[in-house]
Each structure stands twice: as C-alpha cells, then as structure tokens.
C-alpha cells in the first residue's frame, strides 16, 4: 500500500510548494548563513510564504528546515529540535482551517560522505534520523537536492525506520541525466524503490524543459508516483529573476505528464503564482500511470547492470579454498581484496561476488569494510555471499545501490530469516535449489524447492524480476549419473518459470585431473541451458572465450564487435588469448597508473618508492603522476568518469606525493611545490562540498592549498592572499544571495593584491556574470580549477 496515495485518494494530481528561498529574498530580511532560523525569530514571515502557497493551490506544504542539521546550523544558537519542531508548528498554523499536509523538508547535509569524504555512513543516517525524529508531527516526509545516493538511502532509511510517515525522495540531476556526482536516474529508480519509497522524482537544477527527457527515461524504471519540482529556468545573478514566466513553465510541466508526473510543483526562482498557473495548466486533466516492464538489473549509483544476456560475475572475493585471500582477510589487508577486485573487472567479470567467512574473523564487520573499501575503487555491482542473515544485513546497509544476495534455500528457517532482508533492502535474491534434505539428485525435486522459493519471495512483495535460481552444480566426479539435472534444471526454470538462472560452474570439476576442459565444456552446455550468471574466475582466458563465442553466435554480440575487438588477429586454438588480447589493451597503462586508477594506495607506494631509486622527485612528478591525473581529468570531462573515480584516483596520487616529501625531506633538499593557491566559500555561504573536492584535486597536483573554510569574510581571504603574495585565489559560492559577497571580495583583491589572478565556482554562478565581477576564470568542476592553476603557475 502506497501511503502517499492513501492520504490523497481519488486524486488526480498532488500539488506542491514552490521555492520556499525565492520567497525568502522577496522579504529583503538578512537570512544569515542558518535561514531558517527565521522560525523562531520571524515566524510570520514563514507562514506568510506557507500561506501563499495554500491560496496558490499547494496541497503540501514544506517545513522551513532544508538545511537544519547538526553539521549546517552549528553556532546558530538554535538545536536541531528547537529548530525543527518551530518549522512543523509554523506549518500547521500556516495551514490551520485546510486540508493542507505538512512535509517535513530535508535537504543534504552538506559534506561529502565516504569514499569521497569523511563523513561515514553511520553518521549521516545519525544526523537524518535526528531530524525525523524532531519532526514527527509533520504529515509527510519529503527528502530532495540529493546528488549522493548513498547520502539519499541514509536519509531514506533513517525515515523508514524511525518513522510511518510517507516518503518523497527527489534527487537533482543535470543535463547529462546524471547528478553531480554520477548517480544514473535508473539506478536512482531501482534503489529508492526498493527501499520503499512513496514516490521519487526530480527537483531543481534545471528547467522543466530539460526535465522531459530524465522524466522520459525515469518512466522506464519505475512504478511510483513520479515528482517534479523544477527550476523556473535560469537565474541572472545580478537580479535574481528567472528567465521562464509562470504561464510557460506550467506548460512546460503539463507536457510531462506522459511521463506518469503525478506531484508537481516549483524549484529554485517558483513563486505562488507559478502553483496557481500549474493548477490551471492540469485541470482536466488525467493521470498517466506508468507500468513499464522494468528488466532483471542490479546497480551501483553510476552503473547498472541488466541482465538481458550472460553477465560474469567474479568469484575471486570468496576465500574458499583461496590461502592468500584468508590470510589477507584475518590480517584485515585490505588492499589484496582490492587488487583481486580490479583485476577482475578488468578480465571482464560485470558483478563481483563477495564472501567474509573465514573461521575465526568477525564476518559482518569484515563485510562491512570490504563493501565500504569496493565502492572506493569500482562501479561494478557486488553479490553479498553469506547464509547469515545479519551479516547479509550489514553488508546490504552499507550498500549504495542494488546488489544481489547470494543466498536464501528451501529451508524454512532460511526463508523466514533471510527474504525479509532482500525485501527491505530492495535487493534480487538467489535461490538455492536445496531444503532440509540436502542437494535434490533429481531435476524435478530442485524445480519443486524453486518454486517454494518464488512463492514465499512474491508472498513478501519481492518483484518475480529479482529472484534467481542456481540449480547448483554436483562434482561430475562424484554424482556422474546426475550432472546433466543441472542442465535440465536450468532450462526449465529459464524456459517455464521465466527466472534467470545463477550458477557456480568450476564445481562441476572439482577433484577431476585438466579441470578447465571441464569447465570451459560445461559453461558452454550451461549458456545454451539458459544460464544467465556465471560466477566464475573472469581471469580464465577459455571461460571468458566460451562467453564471448556464444553471444557472437546467439546474435548478442552484434555487428560481432566485442568478438573482433577482443581476438582480432590471434589464433582461435591459442588459449591464451583473452590474456594476451587485455595485455594488448592496457599496455598504455603502467603499473603506477593501474595502481592509481583502482585505489591501490600501498601498491602506488611502493611503486614510487622504486621509482625513485633512478629518478628524481620532480622528474617522478612531472612525468609520472601529473600526465595521469591529466588523463583522469580527461576522462572526467568525457563524462567517462565521474565525481567518485576522479577523487579516488587523486586520493591514492595523494600516497604518491607522500612518498615524494618523505624523499626530499630525508635528503634535506628544498620541498616541492607547483604553487600556492588560496581557496574559500565567501562570506555568508555554508556550503563547501565543491571547494572541498577542488581542494582535493589540487592538492593532488602538487599545488599548496590554503583552505580558509567556509562562510569568510572578504578582508580574511585579501590578507591571506597578501601574506604569501599568493598568485591565485579560488571563490565558491552556492546561493544567489552570496553572490554579492563574492563580488565584493573580488573588489577588494583587485584594490590591495592586483597581481593575484581569481578563479570562482559554484552552481548559480554563470560565465557571463563571472567575468562582469571581475574574475579571471569561472571554472564549472575541479578539472577546469586545475586547468587554470596550470595557466598562472607554468
């Protein structure tokens, strides 16, 4: 039952607010950097604006208390409850005499979560549940301005568990239908709903033009009520005012409602009037429910995977029968697992199954840190490997994304303990075809244990999509006589059942002598069964060749591209070829850049340091690491990269440059540096997140970076510059109504530091007005902030 839906049965439509900031500077008031403290200091003001809307039509109503968090008001006099609780009463009395619902606002917390930064997982989902908790009274929770899905499944999460409020959870993507930091919509859809969320959607950033074609593709991956809240175009900075009228952009929003649009509303530069003209724009018409056929896929926040066609999962991350894996599970190396985990992907393994159960460790924690530690370095899915329900719990927690569960069995206690867990997490669960009484001899007995398991997984609500069934695989050695069950198995459950098929193939082998003819036989008779997930060692160059021939000859591989790329000009019978064809692909990757790429920080240590037994520092620098953060960079421009890969690459360089100063500092020789750059959000401003990851970047350029924080004083940042006759200066700033702090700063630095050249950033700043205040470069990500450092220090 959709809780949203309930409160608003037999609607069409459900209107929102607009922008409740847009309404803040018509009041002309000083909003200081914690605006919402106006709550307690101007409460007629905010439910002036709440009231507005409700004339406007708006049948929610936002809290004033997006950016209320324990990191964001710190200072302000105010706790996270006294604040929050004064917004929910202003909201109710705002809405007194109507059947208006009141949704708690929350908005990010405004740091980077882990990989990219310090703030854990754990203690976001504090921080969120710390708001929920102070506004229960409210009707509805609405949760948006999210770019990190997994600071969105904090919140989500923090939400469900501490409270029975329906949930809205918007994210804010741009044009290349990807947030800032990367989050694909698809696996936006796929991750939200499955942890329950009431409806999904997007908000700000752009127009609601370019909202058609994310509105257009959300529609393909999801059931739920869709939300949009867009942006009333673009802002001038100098003004203010947006560039789409209200009439305009409520007809720009109407054409969305194909798309399955259901609630509606305004962004950044909306107004009352904006709701009015919205209302007028809908009436009469109807809700377009979307029941798309949304396809068997697990994710990452920046990639989904489909499984439309055999996809390999690696197994390399199970330390059965691996020494070197247990021993670097017990001694908590963590960098081994890592090594295993890159080397995969790159052989062509597409999930990447992991497994903690080593006798004597602590396996949920150990899971925990491995799937922390793989979401730094890759975008690959994970399979968690466990039969115990609450290390399979732990791991799914931390998890950004939809991962696999590997696995539930017909066994009651199995069924009952481990399905609740898939359903909650929104996971895709593999069914073992195995009860109480062990591993069916016959195809008709594992056919009977699968079905108990789709029934008892479709009685919970988990989608027939996400259940798979491995049919598991008897030794040939030992039960000759019933191998071919496995088989027989797969294609009826493929065939009849209409699931998609798992299974661990190199057991079939195991205790026979030459086990890869086996195997490589047997994955080729399983693939024309109908197996879909192979777990298999990616680093076997037949089994990857079985792959790609059966997707050349069942027309998968089209154009027989993959197939040409991968074994253009080698010998069919030469087993060595799927080695020898990636060898040929990395060879312009060096050790060093392979160990950079993948987050392998003690490997890229070590690396340097043999480096530097023949070369000198800067020679290591110049020609070394600066050329590979180069080509991430470029990469990241492409859009072949995102946010988290581009910060995890300069993180691990960062243990590079680490081993150039301990070198330079044990010679005594002077310290390398390519310059100093000083870096602020200007005064008013509380948001540093960008400045945080162009600190980051450049630091990692071998740049000296004074970071003055947040929220600086325009004098602070000029003395800072004058102090070390700095050659360049970097401004962020994130809200319109900073932007004249920005101005001022540059004033003054061209009045007392002329020779220091300026760089700005941030989301409302435009080229345009970047250059009318005076600056000498508006750089628009960390890449081109290092590209202009390069300009003044070549």
């Not at 602020?680 to 600190?695: E, L, P, S």
Request: aromatic content about 6%; some cysteine; glycine content about 8%.
């Amino acid at each position: 039952m959709n809780k949203l839906l309930e409160l608003f049965k037999n609607r069409e439509f459900i209107f929102l607010d607009g922008g409740f900031g847009t309404m803040l500077q018509k009041e002309n008031l000083d909003v200081g950097r914690v605006p919402e403290v106006l709550n307690i200091t101007h409460p007629q003001v905010v439910q002036g604006i709440q009231r507005a809307y409700i004339d406007a039509g708006a049948d929610i109503i936002c809290t004033c208390s997006f950016g209320v968090n324990k990191y964001k008001i710190e200072g302000c006099g105010y706790s996270v409850k006294e604040l929050i609780c004064t917004a929910v009463q202003n909201a109710k009395e705002a809405a007194k005499g109507t059947d208006t619902k009141i949704a708690l606002d929350i908005g990010p917390i405004g740091r980077l979560l882990e990989p990219n930064g310090n703030l854990t997982f754990e203690e976001a989902y504090e921080i969120f549940r710390m708001q929920i908790e102070a506004g229960s009274d409210a009707d509805i929770i609405i949760i948006e301005t999210m770019t990190d899905l997994y600071e969105m499944k904090a919140a989500v999460l923090a939400a469900k568990e501490n409270s029975n409020l329906p949930v809205i959870a918007t994210m804010t993507f741009e044009a290349n239908q990807r947030t800032f930091t990367g989050t694909e919509v698809r696996s936006m859809a796929l991750t939200l709903e499955g942890l329950g969320a009431d409806a999904i959607g997007m908000n700000c950033s752009l127009g609601p033009a370019d909202f058609q074609p994310l509105m257009e593709e959300l529609s393909k991956w999801t059931t739920l009520p869709i939300v949009s809240k867009a942006n009333a175009g673009l802002p001038d900075p100098a003004t203010g005012d947006y560039d789409i009228e209200p009439a305009e952009f409520a007809e720009l929003t109407a054409a969305l409602i194909p798309y399955g649009v259901k609630l509606v509303g305004g962004c950044c530069g909306t107004t009352p009037d904006f709701i009015k003209a919205i209302r007028d724009a809908f009436e009469g018409k109807h809700y377009c429910q979307q029941q798309p056929e949304i396809p068997a896929a697990v994710c990452t926040p920046e990639k989904t995977v489909i499984i439309d066609q055999p996809r390999v999962i690696g197994e390399r991350i199970n330390p059965t029968g691996k020494k070197k894996l247990k021993e670097a599970l017990k001694n908590g190396d963590m960098d081994y697992v890592l090594s295993q985990a890159a080397d995969q992907i790159r052989d062509g393994a597409e999930i990447l199954d992991v497994n903690a159960g080593v006798p004597g460790i602590d396996e949920k924690s150990i899971i925990v840190n491995i799937i922390k530690a793989l979401q730094g370095i890759t975008d690959a899915p994970l399979q968690i490997d466990s039969g115990d329900p609450e290390v399979i719990e732990a791991a799914l927690r931390v998890y950004s994304g939809k991962a696999i569960v590997n696995s539930v069995n017909g066994e009651e206690k199995s069924l009952a303990s481990i399905l609740p867990v898939v359903k909650k997490y929104g996971a895709a669960v593999v069914g073992l075809t195995l009860d109480e009484e062990g591993i069916p001899k016959t195809k008709e007995k594992r056919i009977e244990i699968a079905e108990r398991i789709l029934n008892r997984a479709l009685a919970l609500g988990i989608p027939r999509r996400d259940i798979y069934i491995d049919c598991l695989t008897l030794t040939v050695s030992a039960e000759q006589e019933n191998a071919a069950n496995t088989l027989d198995a797969i294609r009826y459950i493929k065939e009849e059942m209409g699931l998609k098929t798992v299974l661990g193939v190199s057991n079939i082998s195991f205790g026979l002598p030459n086990r890869p003819i086996i195997n490589h036989n047997f994955l080729q008779m399983a693939l024309t069964a109908g197996l879909d997930l192979p777990i298999m060692n990616p680093g076997s160059p037949e089994m990857m060749q079985a792959i790609a021939v059966y997707k050349l000859i069942m027309n998968i591989d089209k154009g027989s591209r993959h197939y040409i790329n991968n074994y253009s000009g080698e010998v069919v019978a030469n087993t060595t070829v799927s080695k020898q064809a990636t060898k040929q692909e990395h060879a312009q990757e060096s050790e060093v850049e392979y160990a950079i790429n993948n987050g392998l920080g003690p490997k890229c240590r070590e690396l340097i340091e043999k480096e530097l037994e023949n070369r000198e520092p800067l020679d290591v620098i110049n020609n070394t690491l600066i050329p590979i953060l180069d080509r991430a960079g470029k990469d990241f421009e492409a859009g072949i990269t995102f946010i988290p890969q581009l910060m995890l690459c300069a993180s691990t360089a960062q243990q590079a440059f680490d081993v150039i100063k301990e070198k330079i500092e044990a010679t005594g020789t002077q310290q390398v540096s390519r310059g100093t750059i000083v870096i602020a959000t200007v005064k008013g401003d509380i948001h540093d997140i960008g400045k945080n990851i162009v600190k980051v970047i450049l630091e990692n350029y071998g740049y000296e970076i004074v970071d003055l924080g947040k929220d600086v004083e325009p004098q602070v940042i000029v003395d800072a510059v004058k102090a070390k006759d700095v050659k360049l200066v970097g401004l962020s700033a994130l809200m319109t109504t900073t932007l004249h702090s920005m101005a001022e700063t540059i004033r003054l630095l061209r009045i007392q530091a002329p020779y220091c050249k300026i760089m700005v950033g941030g989301a409302v700043l435009t080229k345009d007005y970047a250059m009318e205040i005076g600056a000498d470069f508006h750089v628009k990500d960390a890449k081109e902030s290092a590209d202009a450092a390069k300009q003044i220090y070549a």
